[in-house]
């Protein structure tokens, strides 16, 4: 969930790390330096999604905890920060107890270990966003159950983790603005959850794990130019959504994201070449 860089203004770009940064900040203010290791580049792009419309970008230069040497320009305040870091806090306690639940003994230690250390940040952060922790647990809980049936429908599976994903907006007081985001952030998801499958086609294949792309076609025949189109419906849902919004400081990285960024991705992960592409994401940090 990056914007294409190239195509972003310096002054846009300064703001994407600003939030960035806002982020990490925001999570050590409300759960401490533990939780600044669960950022990643989709809860920036779901901070700036929840900001108020009318809300300014306002952004203070702080030292960095993690270069301490170095200070940055971030992002302060804000409900999109704040949302986004509670609901990063619940979803990835949820993932690691699913992993416990998935794994063995001995393969599931670290989630078990990292939950553990987690589970009182994960509680404060479930009073304060309730409908979220629920869509959380019953999207994984599906996800669990079709897994165990072994179920070859994609969209049933899409469906699980997408509305995660789009209960990200059930906070949102104004009514339009909240159909909407649900909207977008639901075939966001959607699209989130198939590009991963596709990625992980091989490896699940050579492990015999559970992946609905490979159960739905089992031989290779057609199964590119069928996921390449209900992808490309999603993200045009997407988008769709977006362009009901009003209009954000964000707005335009927003775009960015959704018309040239996701489609770099989806093609990176059906030519094998995004694999190496996160390598050289996770060795760099956003300077």
């Known amino acids: 969930m990056r914007p294409q860089k190239s195509e972003l203004r310096c002054r846009e770009f300064d703001d994407y790390q600003a939030v960035y940064c806002g982020l990490c900040r925001t999570l050590g203010q409300r759960y401490g330096f533990l939780a600044r290791s669960l950022l990643n580049y989709d809860f920036v792009f779901l901070a700036m999604l929840l900001s108020e419309p ?31 870091a509670d609901q990063m806090v619940i979803l990835s306690w949820w993932k690691l107890r699913d992993t416990v639940a998935d794994e063995g003994f001995f393969r599931g230690l670290p989630a078990r270990l990292l939950s553990l250390l987690l589970r009182r940040d994960y509680r404060r ?80 294949n050579i492990w015999g794990r559970y992946n609905p792309i490979a159960l739905r076609f089992p031989q290779a025949e057609g199964r590119e130019e069928y996921l390449r189109t209900t992808l490309r419906h999603s993200l045009n849902l997407s988008r769709g959504a977006f362009e009901l919004l009003p209009v954000t400081p ?38």
């Not at 809300?55 to 986004?84: D, S």
């Not at 775009?255 to 094998?272: D, K, M, S, W």
Request: proline share 4%; aromatic share 6%; hydrophobic share 40%.
């Open 250 to 287: 964000w707005s335009e990285i927003v775009a960015n994201i959704l018309y040239l960024g996701l489609p770099l991705v989806e093609q990176a992960v059906f030519t094998g070449q995004w694999k190496e592409i996160k390598k050289i994401i996770g060795r760099r940090k956003i300077t």
């Open 54 to 84: 009318g809300e300014p970008v306002q952004a203070e230069v702080h030292r960095c905890p993690i270069c301490p040497l170095r200070k940055k320009r971030m992002c302060v305040g804000g409900a999109g920060l704040e949302r986004a």
């Open 125 to 204: 952060a479930a009073e304060r966003q309730p409908g979220f922790d629920r869509a959380a647990s019953d999207g994984l809980e599906r996800l669990r159950e079709l897994e165990e049936e072994r179920s070859s429908s994609m969209d049933r599976t899409a469906d699980a983790f997408a509305g995660i994903l789009g209960a990200a907006a059930w906070e949102e007081p104004d009514a339009a603005r909240k159909r909407e985001l649900e909207q977008l952030l639901y075939h966001v998801g959607r699209w989130i959850y198939l590009v991963d499958a596709v990625e992980d086609l091989e490896e699940d």
